[in-house]
């Protein structure tokens, strides 16, 4: 894949299988995150939210390990029922913590395709194979997907150069408390930042001497932009 390849791509499978070794398993855990909250009304079982709440905070240090145990067992039941199967097994492909999280977050943007799917009525989507799109509805989703995906990575080809250390410090630490504040007072269940507050981080940047056009033009974007975001990660030196 090259970098126009990647700017222009609308297939997150593809983009996933490109960025396998590449990126950390905190971001990919936070793409399946990003994908299970696209649907949040479709996830009617409470344990199933419950599930993707324990994950979001376990990447970020939030959880230990014994919550996530819990939260899997919780989701080994109801998976004999088909709606709540598919449900689970949503939730259930963030919790691969170890090793393979390229795979459960490959397999959670099948799944929520498919779930998007069961919300306008097509309910044989239960059974199919992972691998083949099926459905306007099930491509457009997977192709806003593929947005989420670049909001989280930005260019592999090009990433962001370190945040100049002056920049951390100007005006009483102005900076990182404005991304921190962007990175937790988010709208939920949707799991979206503020567009405002990255805004508003973007000028505080410009006003402090920054002048990487590419990362105060991410910050600007009027795209989707949910936690893991590569340009508020960089600014507090998540990874």
């Not at 963030?94 to 959670?108: D, Q, W």
């Not at 509805?137 to 370190?162: M, N, T, Y």
């Not at 974007?221 to 340009?231: L, N, P």
């Amino acid at each position: 894949m090259t970098e126009a390849e990647w700017l222009a791509c609308a297939d997150p499978h593809k983009m996933l299988e490109f960025l396998r070794d590449k990126v950390s398993d905190r971001k990919l855990h936070l793409f399946a995150v990003a994908c299970c909250r696209r649907i949040w009304g479709i996830l009617e079982d409470e344990e199933a939210r419950k599930a993707v709440d324990v994950m979001e905070r376990y990447v970020d240090g939030l959880a230990c390990h014994e919550d996530v145990t819990a939260a899997r067992h919780l989701l080994q039941r109801g998976r004999k029922e088909p709606r709540v199967a598919v449900e689970f097994a949503l939730a259930g492909a963030a919790f691969l913590v170890t090793g393979t999280a390229h795979f459960s977050a490959r397999k959670c943007v099948a799944m929520t395709a498919r779930a998007f799917g069961l919300a306008n009525g097509d309910s044989h989507l239960i059974a199919i194979d992972f691998d083949v799109p099926v459905g306007e509805a099930e491509l457009a989703h997977e192709k806003e997907q593929s947005f989420v995906l670049r909001d989280i990575f930005g260019s592999p080809f090009r990433p962001l150069p370190p945040i100049e250390p002056s920049l951390l410090t100007w005006n009483g630490a102005a900076i990182p408390k404005a991304a921190q504040a962007a990175y937790e007072e988010r709208s939920l269940p949707d799991g979206l930042l503020d567009t405002t507050r990255l805004t508003a981080l973007a000028d505080l940047l410009s006003k402090a001497g920054c002048n990487d056009e590419v990362l105060l033009r991410h910050l600007r974007s009027a795209e989707v932009h949910v936690r893991g975001c590569s340009a508020v990660d960089l600014v507090l030196g998540k990874n």
